[in-house]
């Protein structure tokens, strides 16, 4: 069994739906939380970052966090073709550096 | 966070040769730089640890002679691929920051192709 699970889509949405992007992750020692997006051939861009279970909303992105049921989400409100590319979750284990990815899952947004 | 420039974003090598790829922290700086691999439609698997100033830590399964990694300032790390084959061919990625500053900040990104 893999540290993170992803489902790695892809996911095709029209423009202005509600997206949710999961993540599920096996070791309870994972203490902070993050989901990067993805355009093809860069690098990972950082979207939400969180520490605590609970919800964190910037713009139209909500980051959840269940630290109960091991399991991350992010959602995605009113969203834009511009959205389309591949959403990464990602943690790290208490006192360490480390990142931990989930294989991604690849979102495109049509008009 | 942190701005990170990489370089080269593209190259392609004959087989056997070596090619360096430079990491810069341009407003931080990193004691510590991440280097990650990623195949396509695969996720990153990070490589190893460069740590300024001593040698970098490698993951289980990476050859620490193959994947050299100097960081000697707090602001440049570089991954030199030696001897380089096909199969090293490959999108390298690096990355600063740490999680006690929101996160991590990653490079564009290099694109290996070995021929």
């Known amino acids: 069994q893999k540290e993170v699970e992803q489902d790695p889509g892809p996911l095709s949405v029209p423009e202005g739906a509600i997206v949710s992007l999961n993540c599920t992750y096996s070791?309870?020692?994972?203490?902070?939380f993050m989901w990067y997006r993805q355009y093809s051939r860069k690098g990972p861009e950082l979207l939400m970052y969180?520490?605590?279970?609970g919800n964190k909303e910037d713009g139209r992105f909500t980051a959840q966090v269940d630290k109960s049921s091991k399991y991350i989400s992010l959602f995605i409100r009113d969203s834009q073709p511009s959205d389309s590319a591949t959403y990464l979750c990602a943690m790290t284990l208490y006192n360490t550096d480390k990142l931990i990815f989930g294989t991604g899952t690849r979102l495109q947004v049509f008009p | 966070g942190a701005v990170v420039s990489q370089h080269p974003s593209r190259v392609i090598c004959k087989s056997g040769t070596s090619v360096k790829i430079e990491c810069r922290s341009l407003d931080f700086q990193a004691t510590t730089m991440f280097w990650y691999r990623q195949f396509p439609k695969q996720s990153l698997m990070l490589m190893a640890t460069?740590?300024?100033?001593?040698?970098?830590?490698?993951e289980q399964g990476v050859e620490k002679d193959k994947f050299l990694i100097n960081h000697a300032s707090l602001t440049l790390s570089t991954l030199t691929v030696t001897s380089a084959h096909p199969e090293d061919s490959s999108f390298y990625i690096c990355s600063v920051g740490d999680r006690r500053n929101y996160g991590y900040t990653f490079g564009s990104g290099t694109r290996l192709t070995v021929v």
């Open positions: 969180t520490y605590s279970s």
């Open positions: 460069s740590n300024e100033g001593s040698k970098a830590t490698y």
């Open positions: 070791n309870s020692a994972f203490q902070y």
